[in-house]
């Protein structure tokens, strides 16, 4: 599933394609259900003659936010896409597609169909996310503000950050590659952690997915890459159970957590 890193180089891409300011001149919804609960008709509608104002990621969330007190949330899920183009391509799998002003053509390519896409005021997607934590790479998410978190939290590690209520955007790949820098076990209670630990954890949090940041973007842009990115980011313990750890040499270990595969290294991480 698309991780912060994946969500944000999309939003990256958009941006750097001109979305913001594209006026939708139409809207074809190919597949009902990437709109459910919203009627196509009503979907459609409610994004028709509007101006793309500004694009951000709020989570795992892309958020396009619309003239006119609208906002478009789309979450990708495991396959869905965003793609400006020309309405001379035709690619697969496309759910939704918006034709914008200037000749272009926004599309929602989804193979799997597992995405969804809705339109409500700024007000009514405010509440709607309103569980979710704090922004990893914002200014408000320091180390204070992660120890205050975690001093609430009887969480094991890795459930903590991959908790969305808590902080946003990591997800299974990212939480176990923090947790390896940051050398914690995924199986402590955050609320037992010092204030060292706390230290370590922000900073590789941020380390981590600014570096994912990048790499991801590149592959992104460029032709085919994007499915493959994660060939170009250093994984020092996801998907290596029984390899050496390239820190100390030890075998990296598995184990479940919550249904989830958990890498870790259990000589680095204590």
Not at 24 to 53: D, H, M, W, Y
Not at 71 to 92: A, S
Request: aromatic fraction near 6%; include cysteine.
């Amino acid at each position: 599933m698309p991780e912060l890193p994946e969500v944000q180089a999309v939003v990256h891409g958009l941006v750097e394609d001109g979305i913001e300011c594209a006026r939708i001149r139409s809207v074809t919804v190919r597949r009902a259900s990437s709109v459910n609960p919203q009627l196509a008709e009503e979907f459609s509608a409610a994004c028709k003659g509007r101006t793309i104002v500004s694009a951000e990621r709020r989570a795992k969330n892309i958020m396009l936010h619309l003239s006119r007190d609208r906002v478009l949330r789309v979450h990708l899920r495991m396959t869905g896409d965003l793609r400006i183009g020309t309405g001379e391509e035709n690619p697969p799998f496309v759910r939704v597609e918006w034709q914008l002003s200037a000749g272009h053509v926004l599309r929602f390519v989804d193979s799997r169909n597992l995405g969804h896409l809705q339109v409500r005021s700024e007000a009514d997607m405010a509440k709607t996310l309103g569980h979710l934590g704090i922004e990893p790479l914002s200014r408000a998410f320091t180390a204070a503000r992660l120890a205050d978190l975690a001093h609430n939290s009887r969480l094991p590690a890795k459930l903590f950050l991959m908790d969305q209520t808590k902080v946003v955007g990591l997800g299974n790949i990212y939480a176990a590659e923090v947790l390896f820098r940051a050398g914690v076990a995924p199986t402590r209670a955050m609320n037992a952690l010092e204030a060292d630990e706390i230290a370590r954890l922000h900073h590789a949090i941020r380390q981590v997915l600014r570096g994912a940041v990048q790499s991801v973007y590149k592959a992104y842009r460029t032709p085919a890459g994007y499915r493959n990115h994660r060939d170009d980011f250093s994984r020092m313990v996801y998907g290596r159970a029984g390899e050496p750890c390239q820190a100390c040499g030890s075998s990296i270990d598995r184990i479940r957590q919550a249904g989830r595969s958990t890498y870790f290294c259990s000589s680095c991480q204590r």
